[in-house]
T-cell receptor
Framework: KNQVEQSPQSLIILEGKNCTLQ??????????LRWYKQDTGRGPVSLTI?????NTKSNGRYTATLDADTKQSSLHITASQLSDSASYIC?????????????FGTGTRLTIIP | DGGITQSPKYLFRKEGQNVTLSCEQN?????MYWYRQDPGQGLRLIYY???????QKGDIAEGYSVSREKKESFPLTVTSAQKNPTAFYLC????????????????FGPGTRLTVL
């Protein structure tokens, strides 16, 4: 059973609009939560990393939020651009001294149309 | 993609053949990882290595083998024992903080798409 659930599975929006992607997790104990962007046929690229003590972090037009109590995170994209078309993957980390175990969500496929 | 390279980008294999996927990094990272990505599934860890000449099995190591003879290189061999090898393979690397409750960002390579004919 995948312990990181993302919704929606896919999303299509018009260029310039905002959108929010959701991530719910049941992984415990929790160290940090990451959002990655993956273009088709490429490797994932990190957008944000939040520890359990952080509840929001921004990277340009991307803003991630984290509620460690409800085990929910969201990624908000503002003023979407065609280049935002990609899969967005939520990743939760379990601490392991000197290293970590990452649990990956299945991703949300975002398509921006002109 | 940063300082991680994977080759080849596309690889075709006949059933019963072993193939080796290359992964090189120039980030001076101690740790390296191999993941497999299938449609509709999250990335799954195959093997990881934190130091030269040492590596650990991940969640789906059966049918795969690795070596870590150099810090910058972590090749993955997909053997004929792997029942369903067609997938997108991703290599990653990270530094190691050595502190509990710390995190180390993993940087991913561009991937190799393996297809079994």
């Amino acid at each position: 059973k995948n312990q990181v659930e993302q919704s929606p599975q896919s999303l299509i929006i018009l260029e310039g609009k905002n959108c929010t992607l959701q991530c719910n997790y049941t992984v415990s104990p929790f160290s940090n939560l990451r959002w990655y962007k993956q273009d088709t046929g490429r490797g994932p690229v990190s957008l944000t990393i939040m520890t359990f003590s952080e509840n929001t972090k921004s990277n340009g037009r991307y803003t991630a939020t984290l509620d460690a109590d409800t085990k929910q995170s969201s990624l908000h994209i503002t003023a979407s651009q065609l280049s935002d078309s990609a899969s967005y993957i939520c990743v939760v980390s379990v601490p392991n001294f000197g290293n970590e175990k990452l649990t990956f969500g299945t991703g949300t496929r975002l398509t921006i149309i002109p | 993609d940063g300082g991680i390279t994977q080759s080849p980008k596309y690889l075709f294999r006949k059933e019963g053949q072993n193939v080796t996927l290359s992964c090189e990094q120039n980030l001076n990272h101690d740790a390296m990882y191999w993941y497999r990505q299938d449609p509709g599934q999250g990335l799954r860890l195959i093997y990881y290595s934190q130091i030269v000449n040492d590596f650990q099995k991940g969640d789906i190591a059966e049918g795969y083998s690795v070596s870590r003879e150099k810090k910058e290189s972590f090749p993955l061999t997909v053997t004929s024992a792997q029942k369903n090898p067609t997938a997108f393979y991703l290599c990653a690397s990270s530094s190691l903080s050595g502190r509990a409750w710390s995190y180390n960002e993993q940087f991913f390579g561009p991937g190799t798409r393996l297809t079994v004919l």
